[in-house]
């Protein structure tokens, strides 16, 4: 079935750091690829989502890619700051269905 | 800005007791949803809930889970006879339409603790 592995955390960066967190993606025909994020104490927010490939999509700083010859969906953001501290999660959608399939999420701690 | 809710925000329950786990979604949304997610594993869908009906499931969703709309607020996930394998968070979620592209907004998670 479809599945999502993203980078294992937890990941450390001093403020204004650069930050990729990896995601990789096995499915069967064009997903949409989304990221989400989970600050403390709060629920899943998207962050930002591509519905095909070569898409980008972006959102606060931070930028994906959906790569259809890697499978990849890696999230960057050129200067981290403390408050991006979360825990980011990758995840996909196939049509026809309404789930979305996630990874483990990563854990992200920004120092000052 | 609207959102999720969920209560309790943690639940402990004795293994073979019945729980109910609370939603209220976003006012206008049609569509809902709950995922778990147990402890270092990832997060899990169980179902979807639309027009009263169940419209999709995972097989984790076996006979011991039901979801029930009682009221023009609440969704709720009940549990029937608890195992140790159930302690996860649970997260309810739900959006306005249906559809891969149209966005979920989750709750903050009820962290289900099966003693």
């Known amino acids: 079935g479809d599945s999502v592995t993203q980078m294992e955390g937890p990941v450390t960066l001093s403020e204004e750091a650069f930050l990729t967190i990896n995601c990789t993606y096995t499915a069967t025909g064009y997903p949409s690829l989304f990221w989400y994020v989970q600050y403390p104490g709060e629920g899943l927010q998207l962050l930002l989502k591509?519905?095909?490939?070569?898409d980008k999509g972006s959102n606060k700083g931070f930028e994906a890619t959906y790569r259809k010859e890697t499978t990849s969906f890696h999230l960057e953001k050129g200067s981290v700051q403390v408050s991006d501290s979360a825990v980011y999660f990758c995840a996909l959608s196939q049509g026809g269905s309404e789930k979305l399939v996630f990874g483990k999420g990563t854990k992200l701690t920004v120092n000052p | 800005e609207p959102e999720v809710t969920q209560t309790p925000s943690h639940q402990v329950t004795q293994m073979g007791q019945e729980v109910i786990l609370r939603c209220v979604p976003i006012s206008n949304h049609l569509y809902f949803y709950w995922y778990r997610q147990i402890l270092g594993q990832k997060v899990e869908f169980l179902v979807s809930?639309?027009?009263?009906?169940?419209?999709?499931k995972s097989e984790i969703f076996d006979d011991q889970f039901s979801v029930e709309r009682p009221d023009g607020s609440n969704f709720t996930l009940k549990i029937r006879s608890t195992k140790l394998e159930d302690s996860a968070m649970y997260f309810c979620a739900s959006s306005e339409r249906q559809g891969v592209t149209d966005t979920q907004y989750f709750g903050p998670g009820t962290r289900l603790t099966v003693l």
């Open positions: 591509a519905t095909k490939a070569d």
């Open positions: 809930f639309y027009n009263n009906e169940i419209s999709e």
